[in-house]
């Protein structure tokens, strides 16, 4: 076991334990080091989240987005996944299994391995989903296994980006109102401090549903969308990379509905 792994292990401990403070419904509780981080069963939809890597804190963003999810007022059971260290590159273990999503009814991917190109390992977390495991996609997910040279993930994505623009905050135009996702977002809601990601490509089966200009160029790129890959449904969103967007309150609401989207429980 490496050091990395050692550590987010023991981080992930500490901020499920700051949770049951602020949420105790969840009776959450952390596993051993050789173990995914899991709340009680006591909820009814079964969410993982993958996290960990470069540039964010990874531990602040779960702990936000369980206490959102229960602030919503989301029964849910937890599996936090904090593995692969804090560099560009990782093939976590976790999906060594290939019966890996099937405990979970919506899976979260906020993990941060632009390096990692391996396809059969790619694949391996593509072809879950595309038979049919719903997912969320936020910020840094995007630029996950972007080096790759196979289009799988960002088909799954439904967006293709490799770079972004400069931290500000960003007026967010919603394009499609009547979508579910974002019946409650306001109308004229500007992004906590965080980066606007540059969308090379949209994929077919991506409808957008807000977007945001860029500073530099003028243009307009997505921000929140919805995807269609294979048989799942993937709600995903390009900010995510400050503290202060975890502490939004639109942000985090807007994710939760995402989720429960993805997930057939939205209708």
Known sequence: MTFHRTQSRLLA????????????????????ADEPVKSEPNGSLKVLLITSGCC???DFQAKALQMAAT??????????????GKGTEAEIDFYNDEAWAKPFDVVI????????TNPEYIQ???????AGTP???????????????IDDWREFLGVTSRRHDHQSHYPIKVV????????EYP?????????????????????????SKSERDGKDYPVIWTNQYGDARVYGTTYGHSNETFQDEVFLANVVRGMLWAAGRLE
């Open 187 to 211: 109308a004229a809601h500007v992004s906590a401090m965080d980066e606007l990601y540059i969308i090379e490509k949209v994929w077919p089966n991506t409808t957008v549903l807000a977007t």
């Open 71 to 84: 602030k919503a007022g989301v029964e849910a059971q937890w599996t936090v996944v904090n593995d692969g």
């Open 13 to 32: 401990a500490t901020f499920l334990l700051a949770l049951t403070a602020f949420a105790p419904t969840l009776a959450l509780m952390s596993a051993s």
């Open 135 to 149: 997912a969320v996609v936020i910020h840094c997910a995007m630029h996950t296994y972007r080096d790759a040279k």
């Open 109 to 116: 991917h906020n993990e941060c391995f632009a390096g990692t």
């Open 124 to 130: 391996r977390i593509t072809k879950a989903h595309h």
């Open 56 to 58: 964010h804190d990874y």
């Open 176 to 183: 499609t109102e009547d979508h579910p996702v974002m019946r």
